[in-house]
């Protein structure tokens, strides 16, 4: 039997859908939940784990107790123990503490669930010494130790239990600033490494950096996405560099790391949360989803802008959803596919299919979005 170390972060992600752009540091966790946030981390973890029921008698999970992992195997009836405990809130020194006490179990794998952030803390306490899996939980997760998705996780996590294909690679884990990256500054510099187990294309690489030869062909993809703009529809325009050009040509502010709303080629709303967006799509019936693709990567959805939510997207409907990018970037997906991660498997799998991705004035390339 082989043995598992679990620790979840149950704060992880909770800023992403309330437009904070990150969980990082109890004022903003505490900000978020006033904003109607929920915690999710939980319920990412018990996705990935309840692919795993039917193999409980091939591994025992060490874990913390309640929010930091117990909850979840309980619920799923997995063999567990608890080793650490803590108070109802959490902090990083919890899950630090954790998995000190984890590793002296000398588990045979490591799983967290949460974002950059955790895999900060993860690598602050194991290091190099275990393989590793996280399971996707965080709002930005630019680091390349996570599962597509909880699911694709789950997978990676059966390859090692049942000792099926798979390889451990060291993976990069990358430090963002939180504070920098509210403020419409990305960040970005290598903390420390990880050894992660890899299944194919069921874990994400790391984020690409745009080059600056690609600023013509965004100028270009931005004329066109304007000049295509309907009267009386709502225009939900997502983050990322590569959809700047569009705004810029409207002559508007935009918030280059969050959501922002358009009408009528005027700005509505700046930096909208998941709330805002969906009580404009109650008010406007004619509506679009604007989103570029993560470089590298090849989300559309789920990384660094949770404020599409499954009800968003779905009101919206998949045959609204413009996405917009580079043929360079294009060539650059790991995997050649589009992916989601909404955190809902339904929509993920609605999701999937053939979109017309737009790479220059009026032409189109067609790549598919998989459901893994």
């Known amino acids: 039997m082989?043995?598992?170390?679990?620790?979840?972060?149950?704060?992880?992600?909770?800023?992403?859908?309330?437009?904070?752009?990150?969980?990082?540091?109890?004022a903003i966790y505490e900000e978020a939940i006033k904003r109607g946030a929920s915690e999710k981390a939980h319920l990412r973890c018990e996705e990935a784990f309840s692919h795993l029921t039917d193999i409980r008698d091939e591994f025992k999970v060490y874990?913390?107790?309640?929010?930091?992992?117990?909850?979840?195997?309980?619920?799923?009836?997995?063999?567990?123990?608890?080793v650490y405990e803590t108070e109802a809130s959490t902090t990083a020194e919890d899950t630090k503490m954790a998995l000190k006490e984890i590793l002296k179990k000398d588990v045979d794998l490591i799983v967290f669930a949460g974002g950059d952030g955790t895999a900060r803390d993860v690598y602050d306490a194991v290091g190099l010494t275990k393989p590793v899996i996280g399971i996707p939980a965080g709002t930005k997760m630019h680091s390349s130790v996570f599962g597509v998705s909880p699911k694709a996780a789950?997978?990676?996590?059966?390859?090692?239990?049942?000792?099926?294909?798979?390889?451990?690679?060291e993976s990069e884990v990358m430090d963002i600033d939180e504070e920098a990256f509210r403020n419409e500054v990305l960040n970005v510099k290598l903390y420390g490494a990880l050894n992660?187990?890899?299944?194919?294309?069921?874990?994400?690489?790391?984020?690409?950096?745009?080059?600056?030869?690609?600023?013509?062909?965004?100028?270009?993809?931005?004329?066109?996405?304007?000049?295509?703009?309907?009267?009386?529809?709502?225009?939900?325009?997502?983050?990322?560099?590569?959809?700047?050009?569009?705004?810029n040509l409207l002559g508007l502010e935009n918030s280059?790391?969050?959501?922002?709303?358009?009408?009528?080629?005027?700005?509505?709303?700046?930096?909208?949360?998941?709330?805002?967006?969906?009580?404009?799509?109650?008010?406007?019936?004619?509506?679009?989803?604007?989103?570029?693709?993560?470089?590298?990567?090849?989300?559309?959805?789920?990384?660094?802008?949770?404020?599409?939510?499954?009800?968003?997207?779905?009101?919206?409907g998949k045959e609204n959803i413009i996405v917009i990018a580079t043929q360079s970037k294009i060539n650059n997906i790991a995997g050649?596919?589009?992916?989601?991660?909404?955190?809902?498997?339904a929509t993920n799998e609605y999701l999937a299919g053939y979109y017309n991705v737009i790479v220059d004035y009026n032409y189109m390339k067609l790549i598919k979005l998989v459901y893994l």
């Open 196 to 247: 992660v187990v890899n299944k194919g294309r069921m874990m994400q690489v790391g984020k690409s950096p745009q080059s600056a030869s690609e600023n013509a062909d965004l100028e270009s993809i931005a004329q066109y996405v304007v000049d295509e703009m309907k009267d009386d529809t709502l225009y939900i325009v997502g983050s990322g560099s590569s959809i700047r050009p569009v705004m």
């Open 256 to 316: 280059l790391l969050g959501v922002d709303l358009v009408y009528n080629k005027e700005l509505i709303k700046k930096d909208a949360s998941e709330k805002d967006i969906y009580e404009a799509l109650m008010k406007y019936p004619k509506r679009k989803i604007i989103v570029t693709i993560i470089g590298g990567q090849g989300y559309i959805f789920g990384r660094g802008n949770q404020q599409f939510s499954s009800r968003v997207i779905r009101e919206v």
């Open 2 to 26: 082989k043995t598992i170390g679990l620790i979840v972060n149950p704060k992880a992600g909770v800023g992403g859908s309330v437009a904070l752009k990150g969980s990082d540091g109890e």
């Open 154 to 169: 789950s997978e990676v996590i059966r390859a090692f239990l049942l000792d099926e294909s798979y390889e451990i690679i």
């Open 63 to 82: 874990t913390g107790n309640h929010r930091l992992g117990e909850d979840e195997m309980k619920k799923l009836g997995l063999n567990y123990e608890v």
């Open 336 to 345: 050649g596919n589009l992916l989601a991660d909404t955190g809902d498997d």
